[in-house]
């Protein structure tokens, strides 16, 4: 290969690096144009059933938001969350935001999806309208929960369906809890009754 050849290689593959730079930041990262609330309890959302989630109403009670998805390993983690509902509703109010981002996990319409919760799990809690949980079309509440800018803890990706970030009776994210944790597990009850 000669010297001429050698530097156009090394031009091509600068090219094609910069490229897939360009298109996965454009296809993954959030849209810096999304507006983001600076309180959990500015955060306004589309309720599964057409109504609207306003979380100002859930001041003075801790929040665990979960994103969820019907055909998941995971899935059966509605019926706990649903049992801890029941347990800590004076204290806490569990959301959950169906979402499709892992393997095409959640491929229903909102209508479907309460059809499937309420008859397979008697899902009682608040849900919100599928959204995205990450990517470019991350919804608003997902930035604010991922991003330390904004919730003043740490930035986080959310790894999997059914991960849980816990909001204390202050507003304030404090503790994030793995896909695989068991809603009753140890850790999420002890940070749920301090």
């Given amino acids: 290969m000669t010297r001429k050849s050698g530097i156009f290689v090394l031009l091509i593959l600068i090219a094609v690096n910069i490229s897939m730079l360009l298109f996965l930041n454009f ?23 057409g109504g609207t989630i306003d979380f100002s109403t859930f001041k003075g009670k801790k929040i665990l938001i979960v994103n969820t998805a019907s055909k998941c390993g995971f899935t059966p983690q509605y019926q706990t969350l649903e049992d801890m509902y029941g347990k800590y509703r004076d204290r806490m109010v569990i959301i959950g935001f169906p979402a499709n981002n892992f393997f095409f996990q959640e491929p229903k319409g909102n209508k479907d999806i309460a059809e499937f919760c309420k008859k397979n799990y008697g899902v009682s809690f608040p849900m919100a309208a599928k ?64």
């Fill in 27 to 49: 296809f993954f990262a959030p849209n810096p144009q999304t507006i983001v609330p600076a309180s959990i309890y500015d955060h306004k959302v589309e309720a599964l059933d």
């Fill in 131 to 194: 959204v995205s949980v990450k990517g470019r079309n991350m919804a608003p509440i997902y930035r604010w929960l991922t991003e330390k800018k904004y919730n003043k803890l740490q930035d986080s990706k959310v790894s999997w369906n059914f991960q849980k970030y816990l909001i204390n009776e202050k507003g304030e994210l404090t503790d994030i809890f793995s896909p695989a944790t068991k809603p009753d597990s140890k850790e999420m009850i002890e940070a749920i009754e301090k």
